[in-house]
């Protein structure tokens, strides 16, 4: 494997589209109960967990773009051989791969049960699993740029959402928030480490960093995307502890749901119903990021054809789609992909730092002795 990546110039993506594709990417389903599970662990200090989070976060793009720029032009796979060599590179993409597939699945599957529950509840998983997977099989058989394209688009066409909180806003008790900062330092690192799921996603920089056009201009629109992520999930935790209080935002499942629900107009009585079927807007760029992610991993770290891969995910997606059905189960592996995410995602960019650090220098060292 070649450490470094040639893209010809008509496959690559402007820079200016990375705020798009981490708003998107993390923007998922994730958000929708963040605010539960950032409550149980900090309580209504939980705004101050998700700015220490957001904080992280950004240090975390900081460090990667240092890494990625100690390189030509390489991704996660090219890292990984320079530092380890073929063989471990090699199974800690395919761990890579893996986890990218749980994520996507816990996707799929967290959708088709909020559309059960909330618009049709006798509908068959293996329909919609079907309907989305045509249209994630259709961008991504397009190549990046047009993943790409879906996400810019349908970001515009699913942000007018956030506009509509306004009602729950004006509902809210603030003496919900009342004692301030009584979380202690360990319950707001705990509130902090339950955002991980909500904030996933950033790892697809090391994948589509080969790609980007103008690479010095890259890290200014990513760190606004996770800026976006992160005013997104303060957003709707705030509402939501300042809306339902303390013991009934700890026993709601989708809080952000719960709040569209509230809204009513003349015109339309269940507005949560709108929020549903718009929310596909939101999932599916997700999607297609994840499988792009998927088969342009298979074809650094094996030379398979991402059409072939394609198409065997989209058999596994549709499995997994049909027959996952129970809430147990979903969270479950919620819950595992949260874990292996955090470590992924989050520390393991804090591993390779060091390591390329004094790669790089041993290199530089045997140049000047030559």
Same mark, same amino acid.
């Given at each position: 494997?070649?450490?470094?990546?040639?893209?010809?110039?008509?496959?690559?993506?402007?820079?200016?589209?990375?705020?798009?594709?981490?708003?998107?990417?993390?923007?998922?389903?994730?958000?929708?109960?963040?605010? &539960?599970?950032?409550?149980?662990?900090?309580?209504?200090?939980?705004?101050?967990?998700?700015?220490?989070?957001?904080?992280?976060?950004?240090?975390?793009?900081?460090?990667?773009?240092?890494?990625?720029?100690?390189?030509?032009? @390489?991704?996660?796979?090219?890292?990984?051989?320079?530092?380890?060599?073929?063989?471990?590179?090699?199974?800690?993409?395919?761990?890579?791969?893996?986890? #990218?597939?749980?994520?996507?699945? @816990?996707?799929?599957?967290? %959708?088709?049960?909020?559309?059960?529950?909330?618009?049709?509840?006798?509908?068959?998983? /293996?329909?919609?699993?079907?309907?989305?997977?045509?249209?994630?099989?259709?961008?991504?058989?397009?190549?990046?740029?047009?993943?790409?394209?879906? &996400?810019?688009?349908?970001?515009?066409?699913?942000?007018?959402?956030?506009?509509?909180?306004?009602?729950?806003?004006? #509902?809210?008790?603030?003496?919900?928030?009342?004692?301030?900062?009584?979380?202690?330092?360990?319950?707001? #690192? !705990?509130?902090?480490?339950?955002?991980?799921?909500?904030?996933?996603?950033?790892?697809?920089?090391?994948?589509?960093?080969?790609?980007?056009?103008?690479?010095?201009?890259?890290?200014?629109?990513?760190? !606004?995307?996770?800026?976006?992520?992160? &005013?997104?999930?303060? !957003?709707?935790?705030? @509402? &939501?502890?300042?809306?339902?209080?303390?013991?009934? !935002?700890?026993?709601?499942? /989708?809080?952000?749901?719960?709040?569209?629900?509230?809204? *009513? %107009?003349?015109?339309? *009585?269940?507005?949560?119903?709108?929020?549903?079927?718009?929310?596909?807007?939101?999932?599916?760029?997700?999607?297609?990021?994840?499988?792009?992610?998927?088969?342009?991993?298979?074809?650094?770290?094996?030379?398979?054809?991402?059409?072939?891969? #394609?198409?065997?995910?989209?058999?596994?997606?549709?499995?997994?789609?049909? @027959?996952?059905? *129970?809430?147990?189960?979903?969270?479950?592996?919620?819950?595992?992909?949260?874990?292996?995410?955090?470590?992924?995602?989050?520390?393991?960019?804090?591993?390779?730092?060091?390591?390329?650090?004094?790669?790089?220098?041993?290199?530089?060292?045997? *140049?000047?002795?030559?």
């Amino acid at each position: 494997m070649n450490i470094n990546v040639a893209i010809k110039p008509g496959l690559r993506i402007r820079a200016f589209y990375l705020f798009f594709i981490i708003a998107n990417i993390q923007t998922g389903t994730g958000i929708m109960g963040v605010s &539960s599970y950032i409550y149980k662990e900090a309580k209504q200090d939980a705004w101050l967990s998700i700015l220490i989070a957001g904080v992280f976060v950004h240090i975390i793009i900081f460090i990667m773009f240092i890494i990625l720029n100690k390189y030509e032009n @390489t991704d996660i796979f090219g890292i990984q051989t320079d530092l380890f060599g073929k063989w471990i590179s090699r199974i800690l993409g395919t761990v890579f791969i893996i986890y #990218l597939f749980a994520s996507l699945l @816990t996707v799929l599957i967290n %959708y088709i049960q909020v559309v059960q529950v909330f618009l049709f509840p006798l509908l068959s998983p /293996w329909l919609l699993t079907i309907l989305l997977l045509l249209i994630v099989s259709y961008s991504v058989l397009g190549g990046l740029r047009v993943a790409v394209g879906v &996400s810019f688009i349908f970001f515009l066409l699913s942000i007018w959402l956030v506009l509509f909180l306004y009602k729950p806003i004006t #509902l809210m008790d603030l003496g919900h928030f009342k004692p301030l900062l009584e979380a202690s330092p360990k319950e707001l #690192l !705990l509130g902090a480490k339950a955002t991980s799921y909500s904030f996933l996603g950033l790892e697809i920089l090391f994948f589509i960093y080969p790609f980007i056009d103008n690479k010095k201009r890259a890290q200014l629109p990513t760190q !606004l995307g996770i800026a976006m992520t992160t &005013s997104l999930i303060l !957003l709707v935790t705030v @509402t &939501s502890i300042g809306f339902f209080g303390g013991e009934r !935002l700890e026993q709601t499942i /989708w809080p952000v749901l719960i709040l569209y629900k509230s809204i *009513e %107009y003349a015109v339309v *009585e269940r507005f949560d119903i709108i929020v549903v079927s718009q929310w596909m807007m939101v999932i599916t760029p997700i999607m297609i990021l994840l499988v792009w992610m998927i088969t342009y991993g298979m074809k650094r770290l094996y030379s398979f054809s991402q059409k072939k891969t #394609l198409y065997i995910v989209l058999f596994l997606l549709l499995i997994g789609g049909g @027959t996952i059905k *129970e809430q147990f189960t979903i969270q479950l592996i919620i819950d595992y992909v949260a874990k292996v995410g955090f470590w992924i995602a989050f520390i393991y960019p804090l591993v390779l730092f060091p390591l390329v650090l004094i790669k790089k220098k041993i290199e530089k060292k045997k *140049e000047g002795y030559n």
